[in-house]
């Protein structure tokens, strides 16, 4: 991947295919106005297509901590007679 390249706004205005062509290799295209960096144009990331994935790229971007030790297996509690009468009453459904 890699590479930068510079591009003051009119090039990048008159070269835009050019720069979005950089950009789809996988450049990191800088913006100048006066000599002075003003913008970067880089590749969007692929979002991670599993939940695993997506969890790992959550922990490294600090969204989420991981757990602290073993999780404990989930057991869903028993059914409460009514509970889904009550919530779709209460949704007015």
Known sequence: MGGKLLYSTYEAKARFSEVLRHVR?????TISYR???????RPLSKKP???????????????IV???GP???????PPLP??????LAERGD
Not at 50 to 60: P, Q, S
């Open 25 to 29: 290799e996988g450049k990191t295209v």
């Open 35 to 41: 000599g002075d960096p003003v913008a970067e144009i």
């Open 49 to 63: 297509t599993t939940l695993e994935a997506r969890v790992a790229e959550l922990e490294r971007q600090g969204a």
């Open 66 to 68: 991981p757990p602290a």
């Open 71 to 77: 999780l404990e297996p989930f057991t869903p509690g």
């Open 82 to 87: 009514g509970t889904l009468a009550e919530f």
